[in-house]
């Protein structure tokens, strides 16, 4: 019996994604840039998980370096990127192209800037389909049509024949839902798909998120740089900083059993609702041209001790499921000073 039957037969997921060890680096006339440096996580069939964090944090390069959508001053290493029991980080160009669209699809942050502006909607939503689907280009239309009315366009008969600039911002985020679920991907990624769009909107995306990932049954990475936006359809979260992970958990356990000062400071700047004064974290973001050797948080944490600047503490295991990579977590911290409280 294989581990992923061995799993379903106990009631559990199979990953469908598990990441070892990912770095990318940048080279750059400055230097190389350490975007990301040494993350490992998965992702289990069905699952939605949020990866959150400032700008500049590694959530994008992340997701791209697991695509292989890198420019070419990028270098990319992993143990192992496993797909669907594949190892992708060994993936040839050509193998990606047939894996991309197809098995993982991608709704990228600025649906603008992502749909080409001098081809129609049908163009851009038919060429995938012929390439990964074997449609012709009848069939293609058909079903560019079918899936523009799932996704909730008036009609769509007539958007078909439109360019990008003719449609709103949120008409255009349902066309890349439309365009990234129409091969039936068995993981959507989503990097802020809800970036430049009001209030009523974003909260129509995230349902319609909501309501194709149950329809299709699929795995979501939603990024966002924040964490309302990630409550709202992820189940478990990744706190990235630095380019590293400092805090995992499920939903629950980052919100009401917040482990890590950079995690409380993003839970501090979110409107509570309640009139009371946002408090922002103090300070600027390491510069992964020269990343700290230590905490990449440190310089900028209230808690921070001799021990934060000298050596990156391990991923502290709180409970099932919740880690932390802090050393407030140590034992002998601890004992010295108690549990500290951080929200």
Partial sequence: MSEKEKLQTNGQSAKLLEVKNLRTTFHTMSGDVQAVRGTSFYVSEGESIGIVGESGCGKSVSMLSILHLLDDN????????????????????????????????????????????????????????????????????????????????????????????????????????????????????????????????????????????????????????????????????????????VEEGQIDDIFYRTAHPYTAGLLESIPKGDGSRLMPINGTPPDLLNPPVGCPFAARCKYAMKLCAKEMPPAYTLDENHYSCCWLHHPSVKAKRGSVKLV
């Fill in 74 to 245: 990028a270098r990319l290493e992993a143990e192992e990127i496993l797909f669907d029991g594949n190892d992708i980080s060994k993936f040839s160009t050509k193998e990606m192209r047939k894996l991309n669209g197809k098995e993982i699809a991608m709704i990228f942050q600025d649906p603008m800037t992502s749909l080409n502006p001098v081809f129609t909607i049908e163009q851009q939503m038919r060429d995938p389909l012929m390439r990964h689907l074997g449609l012709n280009k009848q069939q293609a239309r058909e079903k560019a049509l079918q899936m523009l009315e799932t996704v909730g366009i008036p009609s769509p008969e007539s958007r078909l024949k439109q360019y990008p600039h003719e449609l709103s911002g949120g008409l255009r985020q349902r066309v890349m839902i439309a365009i990234a679920m129409s091969c039936s991907p068995k993981l959507l990624i989503a990097d802020e798909p809800t970036t430049a769009l009001d209030v009523t909107v974003q909260a129509q995306i995230l349902d319609l998120m909501k309501q194709m990932k149950e329809q299709y049954g699929m795995a979501v990475i939603l990024i966002s740089h924040d964490l309302g936006v990630i409550s709202s359809l992820c189940s478990r979260v990744i706190v990235m900083y630095g380019g590293l992970i």
